[in-house]
């Protein structure tokens, strides 16, 4: 039977378990053996890291080939327009081609969300907003080049879900091991 590992990678570590010398690895928050990242999360991005012992079901989670859905929180910067998320929706011209669409919401901040250690930056004058966003390809920081694509740049970037797999009431730092 295989592991999956539901992760929620704080702000500031990255994917691997390899020690390196500015940013906290996995090794520092997992000590099972033998388990690998199923995709990836940027250092600056916090939520939904999954990791599994078997090699098949990281190919399926990981590969964007299956187009397995992703589900982020996004806070932007300023308020965000029913136009730009209509772009969203749409699909959005990147340098590398334009993207899928995506399902996109305008959102209250997610309840019971923590924290930012470090805090995102706060402006009193100037107000953020938050998105739902699924996508379904993987290309690299996508959600962050699409929501500066529609003129709303990214402050905060949470992944809540994959496929049928979701954070719950994970903390940073906590994980859950189910059988899969």
């Not at 000590?31 to 250092?43: M, Q």
């Not at 305008?106 to 998105?131: C, M």
Request: hydrophobic content about 35%.
């Amino acid at each position: 039977m295989s592991q999956l590992i539901l992760f929620n990678k704080p702000f500031g570590v990255i994917c691997q378990f390899s020690p390196h010398e500015k940013y906290q690895s996995l090794a520092e928050y997992i000590s099972i053996k033998n388990i690998y990242p199923a995709g990836r999360l940027d250092h600056d991005s916090e939520g939904l890291l999954l990791l599994t012992d078997d090699g098949k079901l990281q190919h399926k989670i990981a590969n964007p080939k299956n187009k397995m859905k992703k589900t982020y929180w996004v806070q932007v910067d300023k308020e965000i327009t029913e136009e730009a998320i209509e772009q969203l929706k749409k699909g959005v011209l990147l340098k590398d081609g334009k993207t899928k669409p995506a399902q996109a919401r305008l959102i209250a901040e997610p309840e019971g969300l923590w924290e930012r250690n470090p805090p995102v930056r706060f402006r009193k004058n100037i107000p953020t907003s938050w998105l739902e966003l699924t996508i379904s390809e993987g290309r690299n920081r996508q959600v962050r080049r699409m929501t500066a694509a529609v003129g709303f740049p990214t402050l905060r970037l949470v992944r809540c879900k994959i496929g049928e797999w979701a954070l719950g009431a994970l903390q940073p730092g906590e994980f859950n091991t189910v059988d899969v």
